[in-house]
Structures are given as C-alpha cells and as structure tokens.
C-alpha cells in the first residue's frame, strides 16, 4: 500500500510564497518520478513540474522562473517553492508518483492567492 501526502497549502497575496510538501510512504521500492499537478475551478488537471530520480526537471511555461521543484529521495519527499504567486496560481495542487509504473495520488491541498 502507498501513501502520498501533500502539505503546504494556504492563502496567500499575490506577489507572496508558499512551499508545498509531498511525502511518499508504505511499499515505495522502485519509486521513480515525482509530479506536481493543479487543478483549477472547472479547468482539467495540469502539470505544473516533474522531477525524476536523476534530479531532471521540467516546468509548465507558465510557471518557469517563479516554482522550483526539488526532492530529498531519503525521505522520499517532494517539494514545490512557488514564489511570485499570481491570481491564476488558484488551485488544488496535487502530487502524482510514479512507484513500478504505477501513478499513485495524493489528496490534493489548495493554493489561494488573493489579489
């Protein structure tokens, strides 16, 4: 069985940061990539950035320069350090890993960026 968790969501002003957490428990041999989705209102599922066992990553456009994604692999956590948060930044964010070929997600945890 695996877990994943997110943690780290809050309200915050434009302009302001956040650090969004995403640990990874239970039968986790064979752990590979970790992602960052958001989810807003009425809007599909996107990914946000990716980051894989050998520490590459990769960004949504609309993200790059402003997030840095990061990963501690002996605690088996991810990390999403959103700065210069925008309105459009408003979603749930969730975390997706990858364990065997197998996509295992977490709860999600909202983002709220006021004006």
């Known amino acids: 069985q695996v877990h994943v968790v997110e943690s780290g969501g809050g309200l915050v002003q434009a302009g302001g940061s956040l650090r969004l957490s995403c640990a990874a428990s239970?039968?986790?041999?064979?752990?590979?990539?970790m992602t960052w989705y958001r989810q807003a209102p009425g809007k599909q599922r996107d990914l946000v950035a990716h980051?894989?066992?050998?520490?590459?990553?990769n960004y949504a456009d609309s993200v790059k320069g402003r997030f840095t994604i990061s990963r501690d692999s002996d605690k088996n956590t991810v990390y999403l350090q959103m700065n210069s948060l925008k309105a459009e930044d408003r979603a749930v964010y969730y975390c997706?890993?990858?364990?065997?070929?197998?996509?295992?997600w977490g709860q999600g945890t909202q983002v709220t960026v006021s004006a």
């Open positions: 239970g039968s986790i041999w064979g752990l590979n990539a």
């Open positions: 980051i894989t066992n050998a520490g590459n990553t």
């Open positions: 997706n890993v990858i364990i065997n070929d197998i996509n295992y």
